[in-house]
């Protein structure tokens, strides 16, 4: 069982950058489909980037398109979030996943286990 662990949240203004990072533990995280989902005050969990296991292909929610960016790096069993242009209302608690299934835009499914999320906060 994979286990999963984000870092690099914080505080940064609207229109700037930030990236956030999830370990891996375990020796099957290359076979994952790894995701970034956000969540808000309020708000349900949704899904932000995904990036296939096979082939690396990515997949974004609409809104963070072009601003947004997720990579791995499987010899570090990290994924990474590139978040540029960021707006206030990319306020959440950023969660990543690890998912048997890679759906493109729509997400990664049959997710296997989850990290503790991480705070990025843009102020105005």
């Known amino acids: 069982q994979v286990q999963l662990e984000e870092s690099g949240g914080g505080l940064v203004q609207a229109g700037g950058s930030l990236r956030i990072s999830c370990a891996a533990s375990?020796?099957?995280?290359?076979?994952?489909?790894m995701g970034w989902f956000r969540q808000a005050p309020g708000k349900e969990r949704e899904f932000v980037a995904g990036?296939?296991?096979?082939?690396?292909?990515?997949g974004y929610a609409d809104s963070v398109k072009g601003r947004f960016s997720i990579s791995r790096d499987n010899a570090k069993n990290t994924v990474y979030l590139q978040m540029n242009s960021l707006k206030p209302e990319d306020t959440a608690v950023y969660y990543c996943?690890?998912?048997?299934?890679?759906?493109?835009?729509?997400?990664?499914?049959?997710?296997?286990?989850w990290g503790q999320g991480t705070l990025v906060t843009v102020s105005s």
């Open positions: 996943a690890a998912g048997r299934a890679y759906l493109g835009n729509r997400g990664i499914g049959f997710v296997d286990a």
């Open positions: 990036i296939s296991g096979r082939d690396g292909s990515t």
């Open positions: 375990g020796r099957t995280f290359s076979i994952y489909a």
